[in-house]
């Protein structure tokens, strides 16, 4: 069975930094492309980075461009976001999301975890 | 970036209704557009990739259709577990954009 679970989030103060992972299981996790996509209370689905399967290439949503950074370990099958500058507004819950295609750096997402909350607060 | 839009923003319905939600892109996508539902307090499930490609194990009562900047997501017959908040999303270049969601509730 494909699973996606997130973890590591919690609260910050703006200004700090947090490192999130996702765990893969149930498919051959460098075949394929990864999705960060936040959101955040009472609002609607933000896409957040992208990163290809072998990890050379990335993308970044404006509002966390320089702050974040995707990464991932394809030996541990495990995709990161490293966050830091956090601000209030990037208080929200973080889903990471599996590409539906291999080898396709833009393809639809079949699959999402479970969600993982990030608050940052004083 | 490509701007996506939905309509209606929330919608009444009762349990068979056939429902339609409507979708636009600011530029053409080809039919790279994917449909998203979500319950309360839950995450995303796919519904629909390529504009009108089901994905594994959603039911047939969920179709899309179009191309280019207007696409359609219908329900044929709505049911109690199809209550929720319905998402499109363009993947035809990054970065990747959302519409701001349909909410279908209890008429």
């Known amino acids: 069975e494909v699973q996606l679970l997130e973890s590591g989030g919690g609260l910050v103060q703006p200004g700090g930094s947090l490192r999130l992972s996702c765990a893969a299981s149930?498919?051959?996790?460098?075949?394929?492309?990864m999705s960060w996509v936040r959101q955040a209370p009472g609002k609607g689905l933000e896409w957040v980075s992208a990163i290809s399967g072998s990890g050379g290439s990335t993308y970044y949503a404006d509002s966390v461009k320089g702050r974040f950074t995707i990464s991932r370990d394809n030996s541990k099958n495990t995709l990161y976001l490293q966050m830091n500058s956090l601000r209030a507004e990037d208080t929200a819950v973080y889903y990471c999301?599996?590409?539906?295609?291999?080898?396709?750096?833009?393809?639809?997402?079949?699959?999402w975890g479970q969600g993982t909350m990030v608050t940052v607060s004083s | 970036d490509i701007q996506m839009t939905q309509s209606p923003s929330s919608l009444s319905a009762s349990v068979g209704d056939r429902v339609t939600i409507t979708c636009r892109a600011s530029q053409g996508i080809s039919n790279y557009l994917a449909w998203f539902q979500q319950k309360p307090g839950k995450a995303p499930k796919s519904l629909i990739y390529a504009a009108s490609s089901l994905q594994s194990g959603v039911p047939s009562k969920f179709s899309g259709s179009g191309s280019g900047t207007d696409f359609t997501l219908t329900i044929s017959s709505l049911q109690p577990e199809d209550f929720a908040t319905y998402y499109c999303q363009q993947y035809n270049s990054y970065p990747l954009t959302f519409g701001p969601g349909t909410k279908v509730d209890i008429k």
């Open positions: 149930g498919f051959t996790f460098s075949s394929y492309a």
């Open positions: 999301a599996k590409a539906l295609l291999w080898f396709r750096e833009l393809s639809p997402f079949d699959i």
